[in-house]
Nanobody, 132 residues
Framework: QVQLVESGGGSVQAGGSLRLSCVAS?????????????VAWFRQQPGKEREGVAA????????YYVDSVKGRFTISQDSAINTVYLEMNNLKPEDTATYYC????????????????????WGQGTQVTVSS
């Protein structure tokens, strides 16, 4: 099994920044994990569905963002240490949510990259709170 652990969440004022990290550990030789084509960040607010915000194609290192975070969030990866980052700038109160990283998707295209179906591994989440 592969474990994902997120960190870096916290409380900031609007306009502030946070950097989230997602580290993979465990059986990184797992077949599904080795075949993964993307790593993604999702967020969920209480009472709402989980929303994909950013993803990165693992091989091409090409990022993909939901419109609401374009220009403010940056996803990057450091494959050497099995880590994916989400740099969040100019945070807004509506960004308040629990943020989750996910991987294990083995079929990727722009249309499905931020669909939570197909991701086999999930972290436990890290809370981000943005005050106005």
């Amino acid at each position: 099994q592969v474990q994902l652990v997120e960190s870096g969440g916290g409380s900031v004022q609007a306009g502030g920044s946070l950097r989230l990290s997602c580290v993979a550990s465990g059986d990184t030789d797992d077949y599904s994990y080795r075949r993964t084509c993307s790593v993604a960040w999702f967020r969920q607010q209480p009472g709402k569905e989980r929303e994909g915000v950013a993803a990165i194609y693992v091989s091409a290192r090409r990022p993909y963002y939901v419109d609401s975070v374009k220009g403010r969030f940056t996803i990057s990866q450091d494959s050497a240490i099995n880590t994916v980052y989400l740099e969040m700038n100019n945070l807004k109160p509506e960004d308040t949510a629990t943020y989750y990283c996910a991987t294990g998707r083995t079929y990727c295209n722009d249309r499905t990259l931020l669909d939570n179906r197909g991701y086999n591994y999930w972290g436990q989440g890290t809370q981000v709170t943005v005050s106005s």
